[in-house]
Every structure is written in structure tokens, then in C-alpha cells.
């Protein structure tokens, strides 16, 4: 399993149901490097139709280490990252207009129901989809001692990323009565399909995310290694809080660079996903 607690298998969803499409308007106009991974796609070998396989392959090969913290070699993720990049919803059979979406939706204060698909869990890693309707959310979350690969296949999100502030003893205090951390933002800003896939490790390149759908979404989601409760990897949420909250931290600024912080805290809720059955290419073991 993922970040979320599975509520609901996707053959017990409820009666209504609404359709996933993609629009053209939704779409960015080819650039020349979109225009040469489309070539890569369509030039494949037939062994290379089924890309999940090819996507287990690689992942299998990268995390054969296993281990908390390990952060795959600079070659390894180049190379993870061109099989992600090569992606698109068709691999996975999610085409239009087969990807469906949960009709339940949430009240004013709560958002629609995210739907996960596993493909694949190991204790070494794990590959799975989310399906986010719009206005659907993946709240602020932190990865212990792993490295993730992001891809969004499909869609248009918002998405914010933060790293832990290190050696900054001024702020102890704070953090000590009431219960905050700082946090750097790394990345805050929307993304569109396609686009390349995001990596982040264990203490930087954006370890803690959130992500809000601002259209129908689908985001493939690659941890290694993967959650787990009895080796100390546990999935922690957070709400985020500017500094101007806190009267006696407001000498945190924005740097020149444009560096912003965050103060975070943590919140004891689960994330609530419904379970979507994966119905694309078998994976060979």
C-alpha cells in the first residue's frame, strides 16, 4: 500500500460514475523535445510494447539495494527517469475514456476521493497511480529515507514541495513549544502533462509534497524503498503555516534568491484513498 489507507475496492463504488477525458486545450503544443520522445515511443521494439514491464525491469535494477536512505547512483536515476519520460497513459491501459473516477464527492470542507492503483509492492519498492478527480488531494507528506520517482501522465495539478531546514539552533525554541519545523519550499507552481518526471530523496529535492488536481489527473507514483510501519518508515502529514503566524520568528525573510520558508506541523489523520484494480499489461516477477 501507498501513503493512503484503502477504503473501497473500484468494483464497489458507488452507482454513478463519471468518465475521465482528455481535452486538446489541456494539452501543451509540442515543443521539439515532445516531438522527439513521441518518435523514441513509436520507434519501439516489440519487446519493449509492454512499458510497465520495462518499468518494473528498471526499478527491480535500481533499488536492488534496498535499503533506507540509499540514493541510487546519478546514472541509475538518468536512467529510471528516461523509462517514466517515455510513459503515457495508454502503457498502463488507462485511455480515455476508460479511467474512472469516483462519483463521490467531498462536502465544502473536504475534498473528492483520490483513487490508488498498485501495480506492484515489494519491500525494495513500489509502483503505484493515483487518479485524482478535479479539486482532488494528496496532502502534505514526507518520505523517510527514500527516494521518489513522480511522473503525472495525464492532467493539470498544483503542486508544493518543501525540505527540512537544517542548523538553524536560532529557531529551537520554536520548534520545541510549539511542536513546528522549518521547512524551505522548493517547489510551488502547476504542472501539465506531459512533462518530465520529478525525483526527490531522502533530505532534499522537494522530500515533503502535496498535490491539488486542478483538472482529472492521473500521477505515477515510483518509492524506494516503500512505506513501512515496522521499519520505522512511517507516512507523516502536515499543514503548513507562514512565518508571519509566530510573532518571534518573523525575522525569518525571503531570501534574495527568492528562497521562501514554511513553518510545518504535523497532524495525527489519515489519508483515505479508494482502491482502483490495476487492469493493465501483467508484470512478470
Same mark, same amino acid.
Given at each position: ?5 484503502i ?29 522527439e ?10 519487446? $519493449? ?9 528498471t ?6 539495494n534496498?535499503k533506507?536512505?540509499?540514493? /541510487? /547512483?546519478?546514472? !541509475? =536515476? ?6 517514466l519520460?517515455?510513459?503515457e ?8 475514456p ?11 470542507? $473536504?475534498? /473528492?476521493?483520490?483513487?490508488? =492503483?498498485?501495480?506492484?509492492?515489494c519491500?525494495?519498492f513500489? =509502483? ?11 496532502p ?5 529515507g527514500m ?28 520548534e ?19 512533462c !518530465?518526471a ?19 489527473c =492521473? ?5 524506494? /524503498? ?7 518508515r512511517?507516512c507523516?502529514?502536515?499543514?503548513d503555516?507562514t512565518?508571519d ?14 528562497t ?9 489523520e ?9 487492469e ?6
Open positions: 500500500m501507498n501513503i493512503g489507507r477504503l473501497l475496492t473500484k468494483k464497489s463504488l458507488l452507482t454513478g460514475r463519471t468518465y475521465f477525458y482528455l481535452s486538446k486545450k489541456m494539452m501543451k503544443k509540442k515543443t521539439k523535445k515532445e516531438s520522445r513521441r518518435k523514441l515511443i513509436r520507434k519501439r521494439s516489440p519487446k $519493449e510494447k509492454n512499458m510497465v514491464q520495462k518499468l518494473y525491469d526499478c527491480k535494477e535500481v533499488f536492488a534496498g533506507a536512505g540509499y540514493v /541510487p /547512483p546519478p546514472s !541509475d =536515476i538518468h536512467r529510471l527517469k528516461l523509462v519520460d517515455s510513459l497513459p495508454e502503457d498502463i491501459k488507462l485511455t480515455v476508460s479511467l474512472e473516477f469516483s462519483s463521490r464527492s467531498g462536502t465544502e470542507d $473536504e475534498a /473528492p476521493l483520490v483513487t490508488y =492503483i498498485k501495480l506492484h509492492e519491500n525494495k513500489s =509502483i503505484g497511480i493515483f487518479c485524482l478527480p478535479p479539486c482532488g488531494v494528496i502534505l507528506h514526507n518520505h523517510p527516494t521518489v520517482f513522480c511522473k503525472l501522465l495525464a492532467g493539470t495539478m498544483h503542486a508544493t514541495s518543501y525540505d527540512w531546514v537544517q542548523n538553524h539552533q536560532q529557531f529551537n525554541h520554536c520545541q513549544q510549539s511542536g513546528i519545523r522549518l521547512a524551505k519550499v522548493h517547489f510551488d507552481a502547476d504542472i501539465t502533462a506531459p !518530465d520529478s525525483v526527490l530523496f531522502p533530505k532534499s529535492g522537494g522530500n515533503l509534497h502535496c498535490f491539488k488536481a486542478l483538472t482529472p =492521473i500521477l505515477l507514483d515510483v518509492l524506494g /524503498p516503500p512505506y513501512s510501519e515496522s521499519e520505522g512511517h507523516t502529514y502536515y499543514q503555516f512565518y503566524c509566530f510573532s518571534d520568528v518573523k525575522e525569518v525573510k525571503v531570501e534574495e534568491d527568492g521562501r520558508y514554511a513553518w510545518l506541523e504535523e497532524k495525527n489519515q489519508f483515505v484513498v479508494l482502491g482502483g484494480t490495476y493493465g499489461p501483467t508484470i512478470q516477477i
